[in-house]
């Protein structure tokens, strides 16, 4: 058999979850998240079963690996519905023995008993929004919760669940990068192995977009702090024995988020809920899906039978495209002959000369990947060696 046509083995098999409903707005997210007075979870629990059974009977066999609520504030779902689920899904496909569940949580809607529902249920890992460790800056990014509201949710999820990851963003307005250094270590003295750290990007149709289109957002950092910020982030958290696995994502070796893996390895993984993408290859063929973003539209058609919209057949140019896209993310970088099984021809080597000469890249028997200086300008190493 044509190894591309199982390429997705290589990355493995996941499930996301959509649930799109907040408590607010954050001003800086272009997620895909609603604010809802009330939310009927009795008819979105239907619903998400109906989609389970749907896709389940297209990849009947398959082994599960991991499962990620994500949203959203996926917190807020009732613990009966997140079981009711699971139940589903082990009922409905072969899932490894060690398999990893997620649940993405923000603090304000974490309390005890409905975290030991979660794990009761099956979640046994939690990802957390904290996103800043000072209450001025928790307010300027819209959150609810304040710093010390965060630290007594995360001791909350720390007693149910061996596994707890928690958020932060930087490159804030009039944030240096001493200031960040002093939040980031502070944040490794309470982590438990896994951190995902991201500057803060201006997104159009957010509210900060709109605010700095208009002149407003004032003191976020020139280009060369927030680059010095990115460099100690990665020395720092070296240094504590979490250095990055990913661009923005960081762990104890063994303790990295493996439903994202999937992601950055080019594996197959379904979508369901409003707005999730997915990669699903069947017959031979991968399919690139998509869902309606709008959660009543989603709810409509998942309940009329298939909340999908048309499925785009993705061709092994596209593939091998994707792969380069994601796989560099990763420390480990890409397999060359797994990228030249889908594109059908090597890598110019010329544009791997160059790059490695410029120390932007490492080759190493079948690897190629970025190095941390290459991981910094990312994108234009992928431009370069997809040319």
């Known amino acids: 058999m044509d190894e591309s046509l199982e390429d997705w083995r290589n990355g493995g098999f996941g499930l996301y ?8 707005k954050c001003p800086y997210c272009d997620f895909n998240s609603h604010v809802a007075a009330r939310v ?37 779902m009732e613990p009966e519905l997140v079981a009711a689920v699971l139940d589903r899904v082990r009922a409905t496909w072969p899932m490894r023995n060690d398999a990893e569940i997620t649940l993405e949580a923000n603090p304000g809607s974490i309390e005890a008993g409905r975290f030991r529902g979660y794990r009761q249920a099956g979640v046994n890992r939690v990802s957390m929004g904290m996103q800043a460790m000072n209450d001025a800056d928790l307010r300027r990014l819209g959150r609810l919760h304040t710093a010390a509201e965060a630290r007594a949710a995360f001791e909350v999820a720390r007693a ?4 707890v990851s928690f958020d932060l963003i930087y490159a804030r ?3 240096s990068p001493q200031d960040w250094a002093a939040e980031l270590k502070a944040a490794l003295a309470l982590a438990v192995d896994h951190l995902s750290l991201y500057q803060l ?11 700095h289109a208009a002149g407003g957002l004032r003191g976020l950092p020139v280009e060369d702090d927030a680059a010095d910020m990115y460099a100690l982030t990665q020395d720092i958290c070296a240094a504590a024995g979490l250095p990055a696995y990913e661009v923005s994502n960081h762990a104890r070796e063994g303790a990295e988020s493996r439903h994202n893996l999937i992601y950055w390895r080019y594996g197959d993984y379904a979508g369901i809920g409003p707005g999730a993408h997915g990669r699903l290859t069947l017959g031979g063929r991968k399919f690139g899906t998509q869902t309606p973003t709008a959660p009543q539209v989603w709810l409509e058609r998942a ?4 909340g999908e919209a048309p499925r785009e057949e993705l061709g092994l140019t596209e593939q091998a495209d994707e792969y380069l896209l994601m796989g560099l993310r990763l420390a480990e970088g890409i397999s060359l002959a797994r990228h030249e099984a889908l594109a059908g021809s090597p890598i110019p080597g010329d ?9 932007m890249i490492e080759t190493n028997a079948d690897r190629l990947r970025a190095t941390e200086r290459g991981r910094a300008v990312l994108n234009a190493v992928i431009r370069k060696l997809a040319a």
């Open 160 to 163: 149910e669940f061996d596994r």
């Open 17 to 24: 979850l959509h649930w799109p409903f907040c408590a607010s």
């Open 40 to 76: 009927d979870q009795r008819r979105w629990q239907a619903a998400f079963l109906s989609e389970i059974d749907r896709i389940g009977a297209e990849t009947r066999g398959r082994i599960l690996d991991t499962v990620f609520f994500g949203g959203g504030t996926p917190s807020l």
């Open 351 to 359: 544009a791997i000369r160059d790059l490695r000469e410029l120390g």
């Open 303 to 306: 309940e009329a039978g298939n």
């Open 201 to 211: 990007t201006i997104e159009e149709g957010t509210a900060f977009g709109a605010r």
């Open 173 to 175: 307005q009039d944030q």
